[in-house]
């Protein structure tokens, strides 16, 4: 059975950094292309990181590149997105998943199968 667990969400403050973590069970992580995703209140879910499951490439939104690094512990079946200077306007629910293939690089088209329940990040003073 295919399931992913994220944790590490929580409250921090704007400039501060959180790590997010999405294991994976019942399949093996580095064999698929996993993403990052954030729904906020009110809007539409986006695509946020994505590390191709053949080579580790990693891919960013805009919005968050130079920030977030998306990496993966291929012996603990995990994928992190280390999250720095944190803005107020990163506060959503975030989700990691198995991306479908071809979508992985175009980070905002991501296209996602098999998704964890989410784990909440809020960045507020």
């Known amino acids: 059975q295919v399931q992913l667990v994220e944790s590490g969400g929580g409250l921090v403050q704007p400039g501060g950094s959180l790590r997010l973590s999405c294991a994976a069970s019942?399949?093996?992580?580095?064999?698929?292309?996993i993403g990052w995703f954030r729904q906020a209140p009110g809007k539409e879910r986006e695509g946020v990181s994505c590390?191709?499951?053949?080579?580790?490439?990693?891919y960013y939104a805009d919005s968050v590149k130079g920030r977030f690094t998306i990496s993966r512990d291929n012996a603990k079946n995990t994928v992190y997105l280390q999250m720095n200077s944190l803005k107020p306007e990163d506060t959503a629910v975030y989700y990691c998943?198995?991306?479908?293939?071809?979508?992985?690089?175009?980070?905002?088209?991501?296209?996602?199968?098999?998704w964890g329940q989410g784990t909440q990040v809020t960045v507020s003073s």
């Open positions: 998943a198995t991306v479908l293939p071809l979508t992985c690089s175009v980070v905002h088209r991501m296209s996602g199968d098999s």
């Open positions: 019942g399949f093996t992580l580095a064999y698929y292309n």
């Open positions: 590390i191709s499951g053949s080579y580790g490439s990693t």
